[in-house]
Every structure is written in C-alpha cells, then in structure tokens.
C-alpha cells in the first residue's frame, strides 16, 4: 500500500466521549494530516459545517446525545445549509452486527470503522473514501455513497439473497 500524503486534507472528528475524540486525533497527527476539528456530538458538529467549515473528511461515532452520528450523516446529504453534501464520512462504533451496518449504509455513511480502532484500519478507511470513492446516487428518499461495494454479479432476487453472506463475509476479513 503506498501511503497518501494528506497533508492537505482536513478532518472533523465528532464523538461524545473526549478520550476517543484525543485517540482520533493522535491518530490523525501522525498521518500528518492538514487540520483537524473537533464536536462532541453531532449537533455541534452541524453548526460547524453550516457555518462554512468544509471539512474534507468526516469521522463520527454512531451513539452520541442530541444528534447521533447516522442523523448527522442524513443532515449532511440532505441539508439545504450544508455547502458539501459529498463529505465522506467514516462511522467509528462499536456496534457492528448487520442492523447498524445496513443502517449506517442508509443513512449516507461512506465507510464504517469498528472499536476498538486501531491506526491500520483507520487508515485504511481513509484510504478508501479517498483512492477508491464510491459514486453518489439518488434513488427515492436515498442519497449518498453507492450502497454497493462491488459490480453486480446476479439480478434481482438472486442478488439480494447474497448480499448478507458477501457482508458478513467482508467484516469476518476486515477484523
């Protein structure tokens, strides 16, 4: 894997708890990233990016007080106040069964990154919304990254049908 130089790129990092905020960003200073922000939940972070902050990344944390990380997500896709709706945004949590992935990808999220995180599978994650972004699509109430991670190999019904196995599939590697 050749390393990015992200020199230039900004981050807002959003999570309630202060000491996961600290590790995040300790993280990111050794990437020697460009900027970092910070909220402590995702309605402070929504006031920073309606105030012009156009971060070129987003990490937030999926449970949080006020505004969790997945509503953050569909105000950023939707809001009429937010200048980028294409923000990538990576989920850091610690619920990783299908049901938060499924909701995580509905809600607009580009890439999800379990705790307890470690500094290769964040970068990683980073790598990815960068070097490999998904197309946005609109379809119905939906807007946000492609939910599909690869080409479509079967139609319909058939397609479907496999979907749970090809993710379970995918976390049981990424661990």
């Not at 922000?37 to 990490?59: M, R, V």
């Not at 299908?98 to 790598?127: C, M, Q, W």
Request: aromatic content about 8%; charged content about 30%.
């Amino acid at each position: 894997m050749l390393f990015l130089d992200l020199r230039n790129i900004s981050f807002l990092v959003v999570d309630d708890n202060t000491f996961m905020r600290q590790l995040l960003k300790r993280m990111l200073v050794a990437f020697k990233v460009g900027g970092i922000k910070e909220a402590c939940d995702g309605a402070d972070a929504l006031k920073l990016l309606q105030t012009g902050f156009s971060p070129d990344i987003i990490l937030t944390d999926a449970e949080m007080p006020i505004m969790d990380g997945l509503e953050l997500a569909r105000m950023i896709r939707k809001s009429e106040d937010i200048e980028d709706h294409f923000t990538p945004i990576i989920l850091v949590t610690a619920y990783t069964d299908l049901a938060h992935i499924f909701a995580a990808r509905d809600a607009g999220i580009n890439e999800f990154l379990a705790k307890p995180v470690s500094a290769t599978e964040l970068y990683r994650r980073i790598d990815s919304v960068i070097e490999k972004p998904r197309p946005f699509v609109e379809a119905g109430r939906f807007f946000g990254p492609d939910r599909r991670r690869r080409e479509l190999r079967f139609g319909g019904m058939e397609r479907r049908s496999h979907e749970a196995e090809e993710i379970q599939s995918e976390m049981s590697n990424q661990r």
